[in-house]
């Protein structure tokens, strides 16, 4: 079974459109995290929720919005899409949210909007 | 700020060889230091990791080695394989308040040539 899951793998969309990705974890975990991958492949923390309180909250666009249905999911919200946007965003997810404790990370959702 | 950097960006290897990947953090209170590995169109895995009481990390062919004093910590892969060859990223967990934030070097990519 998949540990951390995102929906959709691809997305392709054009600028100005607002779109969702999702994220499951079945780990148990208590916090799950937003990365954004850019073309140049640097990979820089957006948000994280520990059992769904957001904690970390970088500097990101407003038009970004996270959501926390419940510990296990994470979903990414992203209106009025830019070119910018396009990256591959990983979701990932810890025990606790603890300094020192592993992150798994899900297989990505690769963002092109044109 | 919160910075990691990593060197080099590209590293190419004869199979059989050493391969010593390098990372500097500049937050001292950082106590936490993982690798991922990334194939091509995958997800970061976790290699190996360090926590800041010890000095040194084996796992069969790859060893971590951390110098907190020059806040900086090596991956070292002995015996490389093509299989080995993918993107390393290093990371640093972040400050106190931000628990399980991680920020991560640059990226190296490795290839292996047979």
């Known amino acids: 079974d998949t540990a951390v899951s995102q929906t959709p793998k691809y997305l392709v969309t054009q600028m100005g459109n607002d779109k969702s990705i999702k994220c499951e974890q079945n780990?148990?975990?208590?916090?799950m995290y937003w990365y954004k991958q850019d073309s140049k492949k640097f990979l820089k923390i957006m948000f994280s929720?520990?059992?769904?309180?957001?904690?970390i909250n970088e500097t990101v666009p407003n038009r970004f919005s996270p959501k926390s249905p419940d510990k296990a999911h994470l979903n990414l919200h992203i209106n009025s899409l830019e070119l910018g946007d396009s990256a591959v965003y990983f979701c990932?997810?810890?025990?606790?949210?603890?300094?020192?404790?592993?992150?798994?990370f899900g297989p990505g959702t690769r963002l092109l909007v044109l | 700020g919160e910075n990691v950097e990593q060197h080099p960006s590209t590293l190419s290897v004869q199979e059989g060889d050493s391969a010593v990947i390098k990372c500097t953090y500049s937050?001292?209170?950082?106590?936490?230091f993982p690798w991922y590995k990334q194939e091509l169109g995958k997800r970061p895995q976790l290699i190996i990791d360090?926590?800041?009481?010890?000095g040194e990390k084996k796992d069969q062919r790859i060893a971590v080695t951390l110098n907190k004093t020059a806040k900086h910590f090596s991956l070292h892969i002995t015996e490389t394989q093509p299989e080995d060859s993918a993107v390393y990223f290093c990371?640093?967990?972040?400050?106190?308040?931000?628990?399980?934030?991680?920020?991560f070097g640059q990226g190296t990519t490795l290839q292996v040539k047979p």
């Open positions: 990932a997810s810890s025990q606790t949210g603890g300094r020192q404790e592993t992150q798994y």
């Open positions: 780990l148990g975990h208590d916090t």
């Open positions: 929720y520990n059992n769904k309180e957001l904690i």
């Open positions: 937050d001292s209170a950082s106590n936490y």
């Open positions: 360090i926590r800041s009481n010890v």
């Open positions: 990371a640093a967990s972040g400050p106190i308040r931000n628990t399980g934030k991680l920020i």
